[in-house]
């Protein structure tokens, strides 16, 4: 439908945000190619998803008013228990199966 959407997520003291658009940048597909692994249960910190909601509601407004340069194509990851902030590019796949570019139809 090409809705942008601002990913978050956090786990205990780790925070990611990503910001997707629609046949523009990656989608958590070509950032994840797998499922994620079972980790176990980790009780989330309180300021974990406020670090990373204040920057998707940033993402949001950016996005909104047209300024700024958004997360497309970068992932910012939130390391709290070294109070380190880390970015990495995320590559857009042009095969990807979710935002690639569409399978080909055998004509019968």
Same mark, same amino acid.
């Given at each position: 439908m090409g809705v942008?959407?601002?990913h978050g997520a956090v786990n205990g003291f780790e925070g990611r945000a990503l910001t997707v658009i629609p046949g523009r940048s990656a989608c958590l597909r070509c950032l994840h190619r797998d499922a994620a692994p079972e980790t176990g249960k980790f009780p989330v910190i309180?300021?974990?998803p406020a670090l990373i909601g204040v920057i998707q509601?940033? !993402?949001a407004i950016k996005y909104l008013t047209g300024i700024g !340069? @958004? @997360?497309?194509?970068? @992932?910012v990851v939130y390391d709290g228990l070294k109070a380190k902030w880390s970015e990495f590019k995320v590559k857009k796949n042009p095969e990807c199966d979710h935002c690639g570019r $569409? $399978? !080909?139809r055998k004509t019968p």
């Amino acid at each position: 439908m090409g809705v942008p959407f601002i990913h978050g997520a956090v786990n205990g003291f780790e925070g990611r945000a990503l910001t997707v658009i629609p046949g523009r940048s990656a989608c958590l597909r070509c950032l994840h190619r797998d499922a994620a692994p079972e980790t176990g249960k980790f009780p989330v910190i309180g300021v974990t998803p406020a670090l990373i909601g204040v920057i998707q509601a940033t !993402e949001a407004i950016k996005y909104l008013t047209g300024i700024g !340069e @958004l @997360l497309a194509d970068r @992932l910012v990851v939130y390391d709290g228990l070294k109070a380190k902030w880390s970015e990495f590019k995320v590559k857009k796949n042009p095969e990807c199966d979710h935002c690639g570019r $569409p $399978p !080909e139809r055998k004509t019968p």
